[in-house]
Nanobody, 125 residues
Framework: QVQLVESGGGLVQAGGSLRLSCAASGRTFSLYAMGWFRQAPGKEREFVAAIRWSEGSTYYASSVKGRFSISRDNAKNTVDLQMNSLEPEDTAVYYC??????????????????WGQGTQVTVSS
């Protein structure tokens, strides 16, 4: 019912910035929140940031707090992730996700109903 498409991934040097975008289509009116997750090679997929669709409340993993910023444009049905002061440890495939209901904590992967295909972010040292 909801499709998510990420864009903006690429290769950047440590200390640089990158902006990811997620375009949502379909029955987006039912969404409670959207978020970003990432998965590095050999690692578990982890929560990065989330934003409530209507109120705009934001949530961040401690590892990215102060460096990353999530925002949304309700009219365009897009969610962006501005990533600053990037570190090699930020290298991962970044996934956009959307959830319909608040049935668990905002960072729980299992709480999200739809996922994008992922976009690669590589930070070189």
């Amino acid at each position: 019912q909801v499709q998510l498409v990420e864009s903006g991934g690429g290769l950047v040097q440590a200390g640089g910035s990158l902006r990811l975008s997620c375009a949502a289509s379909g029955r987006t009116f039912s969404l409670y929140a959207m978020g970003w997750f990432r998965q590095a090679p050999g690692k578990e997929r982890e929560f990065v940031a989330a934003i409530r669709w209507s109120e705009g409340s934001t949530y961040y993993a401690s590892s990215v707090k102060g460096r990353f910023s999530i925002s949304r444009d309700n009219a365009k049905n897009t969610v962006d992730l501005q990533m600053n002061s990037l570190e090699p440890e930020d290298t991962a495939v970044y996934y956009c996700a959307a959830r319909k209901f608040y049935l668990s904590i905002i960072s729980a992967r299992s709480g999200y109903d739809y996922w994008g295909q992922g976009t690669q972010v590589t930070v070189s040292s």
